[in-house]
């Protein structure tokens, strides 16, 4: 018997030669084994790794959102050539952003910069309304709420220096 069949077998020879084939590895054996260990149970497999697939997707993706609140620094930049920034009405921003908890935790948020670009001020008192986009966020991050949404900067010509000083 081998593999659940009879097998009948008449001469001593040929049992001997059967016996030796059992006994010794061949090429056959090995390309055999190896198919039945990929094709074998095909539905169980693929049912194993769609639900290793939906457990994947559930704790990345529909893991909830975080929120965090911080403050940034506003940093104002190109100031026009001749002028300067004499009076601003806030210094920080407190921000919060909303992402995945594994996004946010990856990246360092506490080097965020609230930039306001002035190139194109004239000498007076401007309002510069906060946009997202100057915060300079990874994806997946989205600002939710600013405070104050707005400053006030004073921008100056620059004073030439007086005759009599030296």
């Keep these: 018997m081998?593999?659940?069949?009879?097998?009948?077998?008449?001469?001593?020879?040929?049992?001997?030669?059967?016996?030796?084939?059992?006994?010794?590895?061949?090429?056959?054996?090995?390309?055999?084994?190896?198919?039945?260990?990929?094709?074998?149970?095909?539905?169980?497999k693929f049912a194993a790794l769609g639900l290793a697939g939906v457990i994947w997707a559930m704790s990345f993706l529909a893991a909830g959102t975080t929120i965090r609140t911080m403050t940034v620094p506003v940093e104002l930049s190109d100031v026009p050539c001749g002028?300067?920034?004499?009076?601003?009405?806030?210094?920080?921003l407190e921000i919060q952003v909303r992402g995945s908890p594994w996004i946010i935790d990856s990246v360092s948020l506490g080097r965020l910069v609230g930039r306001f670009d002035l190139g194109y001020l004239q000498?007076?008192?401007?309002?510069?309304?906060?946009?997202?986009?100057?915060?300079?966020?990874?994806?997946?991050?989205?600002?939710?709420?600013?405070?104050?949404?707005?400053?006030?900067?004073?921008?100056?010509?620059?004073?030439?220096?007086?005759?009599?000083?030296?």
């Design 2 to 44: 081998h593999g659940g069949k009879i097998q009948r077998i008449a001469e001593p020879d040929e049992l001997a030669a059967t016996l030796d084939g059992l006994l010794s590895p061949s090429g056959v054996r090995i390309e055999a084994c190896l198919h039945r260990f990929f094709h074998a149970n095909l539905g169980l």
């Design 83 to 92: 002028t300067e920034v004499t009076v601003q009405s806030a210094d920080t």
């Design 123 to 166: 000498p007076g008192w401007h309002t510069l309304r906060f946009q997202p986009q100057s915060l300079d966020l990874p994806p997946g991050i989205v600002v939710d709420r600013v405070t104050p949404e707005t400053i006030r900067v004073e921008v100056a010509q620059l004073r030439p220096p007086h005759p009599q000083a030296k």
